[in-house]
């Protein structure tokens, strides 16, 4: 499949798109200090969603952001089931083109959760 000359090839991640994902933050954080650890399950969700979304704007949502400091710096969740949304960025002066909004999914448990793509309603 070899695009035609003149043919503008769509690429992997120019498109908006809802995913969800359960991201393993025990094995993300395993010996980082206790200080240091909730901090770091933030970066480590940033870097976990610039991976899977190509964007290097994340934006995480506080909701998110108080669940992993929920338990305190040291305790962090072990897992947490998230859902990534690729958006246009509406600043026109911006140098992205999309960002990448991070919700928190309450689940009661994570047994058989796979990645998921979701319908987005906007």
Same mark, same amino acid.
């Given at each position: 499949m070899v695009a035609k000359k003149g043919e503008k090839k769509k690429g992997r991640f120019d498109d908006v798109v809802t995913r969800e994902y359960t991201i393993h933050l025990h094995k993300r954080i395993h010996g980082i200090g206790f200080k240091k650890r909730a901090p770091r399950a933030i970066k480590e969700i940033r870097k976990f969603t610039e991976k899977m979304?190509? #964007?290097p704007?994340?934006?995480i949502d #506080?909701?998110?952001n108080k669940h992993?400091?929920?338990q305190g710096v040291r305790s962090v969740?072990?897992?947490v089931r998230v859902r990534l949304a690729r958006k246009r960025n509406e600043d026109e002066d911006s140098?992205?083109?999309f960002y990448t909004l991070v919700t928190y999914?309450?689940?009661t448990s994570f047994k058989g959760l796979h990645t998921q793509n979701v319908d987005s309603d906007d």
């Open positions: 979304m190509g #964007t704007d994340v934006r #506080t909701r998110l992993i400091w929920s969740p072990y897992r140098a992205n083109k999914v309450a689940v």
